[in-house]
């Protein structure tokens, strides 16, 4: 029981000004992971400042067909909107993959986004953890690897980004507004969490009081379909050891258009560009000849992997799984 | 009769109105809250602990070290906090007592510990050299090396499994209230009656002074058997401060202090003639031993058991490594017999016999080991039942022979057995002059459902209807009882608590026949008839309540029973099917059935709950369920229930379970046998089988992951 300030937010203003200024402050939303965190001594804030009561909780559909996601927005009333389902399923399904019922009715857009590490060594305080008390080492080098990174990790830090949605919006181009003491900004989800480097204690590019009001996503051309695809270690409930976001668009037997983002792989959602840069102009005709090409393209964002001792089996699954996830978009039946 | 009958659980409404009260729910005026502080070594020395920080807590009213702690010993566990040695990693090294949770808690995170450590020991593969044989671990019969030497087909393959922790659902809790020298004790206990005991050794006071009460548990998978050392500690904590004291364990806490399925490797060598018939079992295993205890909890009694084998050979070896002390958990054979079932699998394929078939060629009705006769076993029923129900016969053997889309989808068997315990027993059974019936013995109720067999029970015997009729378990102040172990409870106890029912319905009866008041008066005692809550005539054109026979009596009937009865042996057969998607390596069990020899099944609904529960632990078994090691520190790294996975409901088909229902006639528990561990037994050789028959590939290794199959 360590004592901390709590202040309601007044406002959105009122959330940024009340959370500046502290030296150990955090925005509580759902409280799914912040919570927890504060149980097992993770993180211990000085001062919450609760903004899950800030009118922030509105899908809006904009007139350019994209669509406005408000950071208090369930992860549950997200994956349920209309125009989620309709018009971006890879993010309806991501969501449904995470977590369960219970904790999909609390968490927040926002708070999904800036959910930690699931890291063993991060959760236990009496474990040596650059991420949690930067400088004392990583504990998961040399220890138990199976859930971390295989993709742009560093000597500092393994660890992987948990999240599901995050993933799906990586896909989707979607696009993070933020206020903070200087006024708002936009930042693209994909440049919103950091590779580890040698500051792995710094998940994204945020400070402290920087507030995340919304989340949005550009509109998807006609034709263009999406699938989220999770590989898990029991079929509900459970972290992705993979995940695949795919957005793709073919038009007369070429893809037009494609979007792979890799979940389970990295510190953040890893953006697949050279499998994309492989499959762009490439022609597919939703026969199992496609295989080919797809495979290529896997091999060709994997080709940097750097597996830890305990999770060279991500390689070949992290390859299957976008093989099949686009295979999944090219065939006609699905 | 309501016996066999699906009878809804009697304490579900108390369970899910929140009526039940459990250990932890007792609050007792004045009371003190314990919590424990762990250590962060495996191996090595306290050399200084720092209280300073915790003291200075408010409410804070004590902090134990292993200086300060107070003395005990204990002749089964070892007892931390008597000195500076740590034999394992998460070992009690403080305890801080407060007089709220939240802050006993805070003083104990700034409790500041420090260690001369050593490098641990963490897993088998550490100390291969160190393998031994403890006493009498070895049984050999007839001549193994010649039955080896005359097979015309062996099978020799090693097979391994990991640790594993129980996590009932609910955590370990006790309350100690002391007054003077008698104590009571509220425990999350599967026995109450052994842990009086062991309460009343640890402090040298008569056993009649100690009371321990757990009138219900949410789970406990021999966990819960023993009375471990923190709750002596809490107990011995409220003695010296004069306050009764509570603690309550976190989830964490229990993946080091109160024991788990010990890590498990085993050789298994099969000899066969060409038809099948088993002419050697070999069986070697090793399992991890502490450094304070050289007790093994994995035995392989289904080698010694089960199949018909003129020569067989099983050889229990240990090692001691840096970690807590196993001991039962749900099905302790389960891990032996996993490689049993899988190495008959693989002679079958190597023979060309139909697994089914194998197993029966080898059927047997005597103890291969003993020599002695099973006193019923419808062993081969349950396997001609259980592959009706599921097609069975429709089976391709062919390897990898079914695929739909991308799977390939297999079916596997094996055989489910496991022993059951059946200790002395008594209960007590007393008509209340309003008629209503209440009965009383120590044993438990661990949440498979003994209120409402024993209800059953008791009703039957008087012949009045349940609500009439009350049962009260998990108290000392009852008739001594069994332990709720080993499937022991309805085997052990429902003779006593049937015994001491009947003893008053014959007292009721001849109060009726023998007063004149009575319509029944001068009716022959064993011609009375009794149901519905009446007695009646032979001809029925005669009656009177038992209400109204307790009325005129206006005092209540009461007797207390004793019972013993025989361990048994419980038998089945599982079939499963899986689907292998070999892209992600992922396995589903699409489809279960077990059928079962449990002897006569007392309620389908609980029983076949235990099939269920069973079925469902044993796909988590096969697929995912395993406690993580660091082998750097032998620190458990999954020790929460989000990274410790056990099946959810997306990972269990329906199942459907089966039960021959023919009494044991040597059972005194109305014919029943001890059940509760043999549906699990089997299944993660079924499925293990299954995933072969569907890929060709066979995995020895538990759990089957992804990684594995990819
Ligand atoms: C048992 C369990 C299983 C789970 N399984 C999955 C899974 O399979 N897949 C998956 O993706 N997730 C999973 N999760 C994680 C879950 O999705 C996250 O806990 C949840 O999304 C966090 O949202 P929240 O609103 O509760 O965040 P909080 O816990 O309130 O906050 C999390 C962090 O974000 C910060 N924050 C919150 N909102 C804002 C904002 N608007 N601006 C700035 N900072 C903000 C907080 O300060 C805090 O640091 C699981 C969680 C649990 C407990
Ligand atoms: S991988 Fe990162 S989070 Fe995990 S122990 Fe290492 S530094 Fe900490």
Redesign the interface.
């Known amino acids: 029981m360590i004592p901390f300030d709590y202040r309601l937010a007044p406002d959105v203003d009122g959330a940024v000004a009340a959370a500046t200024g502290w030296g150990g402050v955090a925005f509580l939303a759902g409280g799914t992971n912040l919570v927890d965190h504060m149980k097992l001594g993770v993180a211990a804030p000085e001062v919450l400042v609760d903004i899950s009561r800030l009118p922030l909780d509105a899908v809006e559909e904009l007139p350019d067909g994209g669509l406005r996601i408000g950071a208090t927005v369930r992860n549950s009333d997200l994956a349920a909107h209309p125009a989620v389902r309709r018009d971006y399923p890879v993010l309806a399904r991501a969501l449904l993959s995470g977590a369960s019922g219970q904790v999909r009715n609390l968490a927040t857009t926002g708070g999904n986004l800036l959910q930690r590490t699931r890291c063993a060594y991060f959760q236990d305080l009496s474990t040596p953890c650059n991420k949690r008390e930067p400088g004392t080492g990583c504990s998961a080098i040399g220890g138990y690897t199976r859930q971390h990174a295989i993709l742009g990790a560093s000597a500092h830090c393994v660890a992987t980004h948990p999240s599901d949605m995050a993933v799906a919006m990586a896909a989707l181009d979607a696009q993070v507004t933020v206020l903070g003491t200087s006024g708002r900004r936009v930042i693209p989800l994909v440049e919103l969490h950091r590779l580890p480097g040698d500051e792995p204690h710094r998940d994204t590019v945020l400070s402290p009081s920087d507030l995340i009001t919304a989340v949005e996503l550009p509109p998807l051309p006609e034709g263009t379909r999406s699938l989220y695809r999770k590989v898990r270690d029991r079929a509900s409930y459970a972290f992705a050891l993979v995940s695949v976001a795919a957005v793709l668009r073919v038009e007369d037997g070429v893809v037009r258009d494609v979007r792979i983002a890799l979940g389970g792989v990295a510190h953040k959602p890893w953006r697949a560009r050279r499998a994309e840069d492989v499959l762009r102009g490439s022609p597919v005709d939703g026969s199992p000849a496609d295989e080919e090409v797809f495979r290529r393209a896997a091999e060709a964002e994997l080709a940097g992997a750097a597996p830890l001792a305990g999770n060279g089996f991500k390689v070949p699954l992290a390859r299957n799984t976008v093989v099949s996830a686009l295979r999944g978009l090219s065939r006609e039946e699905r | 009769m309501t016996v066999g009958q699906p009878v809804e659980r009697v304490d579900g409404r108390a369970k899910v109105t929140g009526d039940a009260r459990y250990a932890a729910d007792r609050t007792l005026p004045g009371m003190l809250y314990s919590y424990l502080v762990m250590g962060?070594i495996a191996r090595g020395r306290v050399t200084s602990v720092d209280t300073a920080a915790a003291r200075a807590v408010p409410g804070v009213v004590e902090v134990f070290t292993h200086e300060n702690a107070p003395r005990l010993t204990s002749d089964q566990h070892f007892m931390p906090l008597q000195g500076t040695q740590i034999h394992y990693n998460g070992q009690i090294v403080a305890i801080t007592v407060a007089t709220t949770p939240?802050?006993a808690?805070?003083a104990a995170?700034l409790v500041r510990v420090t260690y001369a450590p050593e490098t641990p020991k963490a897993v088998i593969a550490d100390a291969l050299t160190e393998v031994y044989l403890p006493a009498n671990q070895e049984v050999i019969v007839g001549d193994p090396t010649a039955g080896l030497a005359a097979a015309e087909v062996t099978v020799t393959q090693n097979y391994s499994s990991p640790p594993h922790h129980h996590n009932p659902i609910e955590p370990h809790a006790t309350v100690a209230q002391w007054d003077g020298d008698h104590l009571t004790v509220h425990e999350t206990s599967q026995g109450v009656v052994n842990a009086q005991r062991t309460f009343a050794s640890a402090f040298a006071i008569p056993q009649t002074n100690v009371r321990v009460l757990a009138p219900y548990l949410g789970g406990g998978f021999g966990g819960k058997s023993p009375v471990w050392p923190h709750s002596l500690l809490n107990a011995a904590i409220a003695r010296q401060l004069g306050r009764p004291a509570k603690m309550v364990l976190t989830r964490a806490q229990m993946y080091s202090i109160v024991s788990h399925r010990a890590e498990f490797r085993q050789q298994v060598t099969l000899g066969a003639k060409r038809d099948g018939t088993l002419t050697a079992l070999v069986h070697l295993s090793t399992q991890q031993l502490s450094r304070t205890s050289e007790n093994m909890y994995s035995h392989s009694i289904s080698s010694r058991m089960l199949y018909a084998c003129p020569n067989i050979h099983t050889r229990q070896q240990g090692v001691r490594l840096d970690v807590p002390t196993s001991r039962f958990m749900r099905s302790p054979q389960m891990a032996s017999h996993f490689g049993l079932e899988t190495a008959l699998d693989e002679l079958s394929y190597q023979l060309g016999i139909d697994p089914v078939e194998l197993r029966r060629r080898n059927y047997t009705d005597v103890n291969p080991t003993t020599g002695e006769r099973f006193s019923s076993r419808f062993l081969l029923d349950c396997y001609k039942l259980g592959a009706d129900a599921f097609g069975w016969s429709r089976r391709n053997p062919k390897p990898g022979s079914t695929r739909d889309g991308?799977e390939f989808v297999g079916w596997g068997m094996a055989t489910e057995a496991h022993d059951h315990n059946a200790n002395p027993s008594s209960a007590m059974v007393r008509m209340a002059a309003d008629g209503t019936v209440l009965s009383q013995t120590a044993t438990q109720d661990i949440g498979t459902g003994t209120y409402t067999v024993f209800t059953q029970v008791v009703a039957d015997a008087l012949g009045v209807p349940l609500n009439q009729v009350k049962v009260e378990l998990g108290d000392t102040n009852f008739p001594p009882a069994a332990l709720s172990a080993g499937s022991g409870t309805i085997a052990s106890v429902t003779g006593a608590v049937n015994a001491a029912a009947l003893a008053v319905r014959t007292a009721v009866v001849q109060l009726a026949v023998s007063n004149p008041a009575s319509p029944l008066h001068g009716l022959p005692a064993e011609q009375i008839i009794t149901q519905h809550g009446y007695l009646f005539s032979p001809d029925r054109s005669r009656r009177e309540s038992y209400r109204a026979v307790m009325a005129r009596h206006g005092a209540p009937v009461q007797n207390t029973s004793s019972m013993t009865n025989a361990r048994g042996y419980s038998t089945g057969a599982v079939f499963v099917e899986v689907r292998v998607d070999p892209?992600?390596?992922?396995v589903?069990v699409t489809r279960g059935v077990g059928a079962y020899d449990a002897g006569r099944v007392m309620n389908h609904k609980t029983a076949g709950s235990q099939v269920i529960g069973g079925f469902t632990w044993g796909i988590?078994n096969a697929?995912?369920e395993h406690t993580?090691l660091?082998?750097?520190?032998a620190?458990v790294?999954?020790p929460n229930l989000?990274?410790y996975?056990l099946?959810?409901?997306?990972?269990v088909p329906d199942i459907q379970a089966i039960f021959v229902n023919k009494p044991d006639p040597v059972s005194t528990a109305l014919g029943a046998r001890g059940f509760g561990e043999t549906p699990i037994t089997g299944v993660p050789a079924a499925i293990g089988n299954a995933i072969f028959h569907a890929t060709g590939r066979r995995i020895r290794d538990l759990p089957f992951?992804?990684?594995k199959l990819?």
């Not at chain 2, 892209?583 to 992922?586: E, F, H, I, P, V």
């Not at chain 2, 660091?630 to 520190?633: H, I, K």
């Not at chain 2, 099946?647 to 990972?651: E, P, Q, S």
């Open positions: 962060t939240e802050q808690q805070e995170e991308h892209r992600y390596g992922r589903r988590g697929l995912m993580v660091d082998r750097r520190t620190r790294v999954n989000s990274t996975l099946a959810v409901n997306a990972d992951t992804q990684d990819l």
